[in-house]
């Protein structure tokens, strides 16, 4: 079982940043890909960005050159930058660890972003 916390939401005016955590409970980087969801009112949950075991990144297109995706092994911390945030990047942000060959899937509970001036 794994344990994952997410922090750092608020309320940001358009043009801002944040930077959201994700602690996960135990060392699991080098196994999970570790993705951030995002789901706005009304809306369906959306992928906005994922690192792989191996390191490797991707995002949604409406958030490339604005979001990063980092980690930090040694404090087991998911990050994701955000900058030049929106009015439409205002959501719930959802921290996912995903190990799919082995069937587990784990979810924070979320914390929410709010960007309006």
């Known amino acids: 079982q794994v344990q994952l916390v997410e922090s750092g939401g608020g309320l940001v005016q358009p043009g801002g940043s944040l930077r959201l955590s994700c602690v996960a409970s135990?060392?699991?980087?080098?196994?999970?890909?570790m993705r951030w969801y995002r789901q706005a009112p009304g809306k369906e949950r959306e992928l906005v960005a994922v690192i792989t075991s191996g390191g490797s990144t991707k995002y949604t297109d409406p958030v490339k050159g604005r979001f990063t995706i980092s980690r930090d092994n040694a404090q087991n911390t998911v990050y994701l930058q955000m900058y030049n945030l929106k009015p439409e990047d205002t959501a719930v942000y959802y921290c996912n660890a995903i190990r799919e060959a082995y069937k587990q899937d784990y979810w924070g509970q979320g914390t929410q972003v709010t960007v309006s001036s």
């Open positions: 135990r060392s699991i980087f080098g196994f999970f890909n």
